[in-house]
């Protein structure tokens, strides 16, 4: 099989099986926590987003890697049984560095759905303090 039908199989297996709920609940997650952390940059503006590469590493670890060499030899969508066990490791080899470059991307895209998410939460907080303070502070209110 040529390396390019290789690598647009594994892919495609790849995509196939993604948990896109569960990447979506750790980019929220993630940005939660940052928010949180960050609140009184927040309520001050002098919050800034945390840089692509920083989310990215936030993420990264909880982005789940899932290969699994046995698994994939079993349920992939490669067939082995022709292979000897040498060339089966080295299939086995290039489909895992495949996998590492697909979970890469994975953590990416989970970054900027955190980012994404980040921004939203942070202009809800503003648009919340906006309200409280025209309800509580504003010189037209009378104060009983």
Same mark, same amino acid.
């Given at each position: 099989?040529?390396?390019?039908?290789?690598?647009?199989?594994?892919?495609?297996?790849?995509?196939?099986?993604?948990?896109?709920?569960?990447?979506?609940?750790?980019?929220?997650?993630?940005?939660?926590?940052?928010?949180?952390?960050?609140?009184?940059?927040?309520?001050?503006?002098?919050?800034?987003?945390?840089?692509?590469?920083?989310?990215?590493?936030?993420?990264?670890?909880?982005?789940?890697?899932?290969?699994?060499?046995?698994?994939?030899?079993?349920?992939?969508?490669?067939?082995?049984?022709? %292979?000897?066990? /040498?060339?089966?490791? !080295?299939?086995?080899?290039?489909? &895992?560095?495949?996998?590492? #470059?697909?979970? @890469?991307?994975?953590?990416?895209?989970?970054?900027?759905?955190?980012?994404?998410?980040?921004?939203? %939460?942070?202009? /809800?907080?503003?648009? !919340?303090?906006?309200?409280?303070? &025209?309800?509580?502070?504003? #010189?037209?209110? @009378?104060?009983?």
């Amino acid at each position: 099989m040529e390396k390019k039908e290789l690598e647009l199989r594994v892919m495609n297996y790849f995509a196939e099986n993604i948990n896109l709920h569960k990447y979506w609940e750790i980019a929220r997650d993630c940005a939660r926590e940052i928010c949180n952390m960050k609140f009184d940059e927040i309520v001050s503006n002098e919050f800034e987003l945390p840089s692509s590469d920083e989310l990215k590493e936030k993420v990264a670890p909880r982005v789940p890697y899932d290969f699994n060499a046995s698994d994939f030899k079993e349920t992939g969508p490669i067939d082995f049984s022709d %292979l000897d066990d /040498n060339m089966v490791n !080295e299939t086995l080899a290039k489909i &895992e560095a495949i996998y590492q #470059k697909f979970h @890469d991307v994975q953590s990416m895209v989970v970054a900027k759905a955190t980012r994404h998410v980040c921004e939203s %939460l942070v202009k /809800n907080v503003k648009k !919340e303090i906006h309200h409280i303070k &025209e309800k509580y502070l504003s #010189k037209d209110k @009378d104060l009983d």
